[in-house]
């Protein structure tokens, strides 16, 4: 049964995740005074969510199989898909229909800070303007960046959870000692 539902479980959880990420998200742009709470916020839920999925995950697992700390990882790794589908899904939306001023403002400030250091020619300056803008405005570079994103940040955080939600299998068996009599 914990093998069929493996995708199941991480679309679900990831999604959960995700959708967590945007709620904080959208209370730090709409709210710019408490972005870093809010930030913070979303760090602290993120890393009980990861924990909770997985935890609840291993416990599909009989003693006698364990869940290992791969096994753990991988569905960290894959929740973080799911998630990163919702943020990406979510940073189209802001990007061109919630926020566009405030993504402008920001691609603006970047542009001009880059234009200070002089060390970038103006011809220079122009295509790294157009590929910018189409980075933070096009719907497939902003989905494809924030998968990537997640999984490797989930990754990270897994790298330190799995320790926690890993089980070994029991080495204690008595089904073996049955079988031998």
Partial sequence: MAQNSFWSD????GAIVGLTGVVFSLLGM??????????????????????YFTRRRAMLY????????S?????IVAMAIFAGIIAGAYQIVASNF???????????TSIETLK???????DMMDQMSGMMRSYI???????????????LLFGFYGLFISIGTKREPDIFDTTIEEDEE
């Fill in 10 to 13: 991480a679309s679900r959880g």
């Fill in 30 to 51: 709409a709210v710019p005074s408490i972005g870093f709470i809010a930030n913070l916020a979303n760090f602290v839920v993120t890393i009980y969510l990861l924990f």
């Fill in 62 to 69: 009989a003693a006698e199989e364990g869940f290992t700390y």
């Fill in 71 to 75: 096994q753990s990882l991988g569905f």
């Fill in 98 to 108: 919630l926020f566009p001023e405030m993504f402008e403002e920001s691609l603006t």
């Fill in 116 to 122: 200070q250091t002089g060390l970038y020619t103006n």
């Fill in 137 to 151: 405005f096009s719907p497939i570079p902003t989905l494809l960046s924030n998968i990537v994103g997640n999984v």
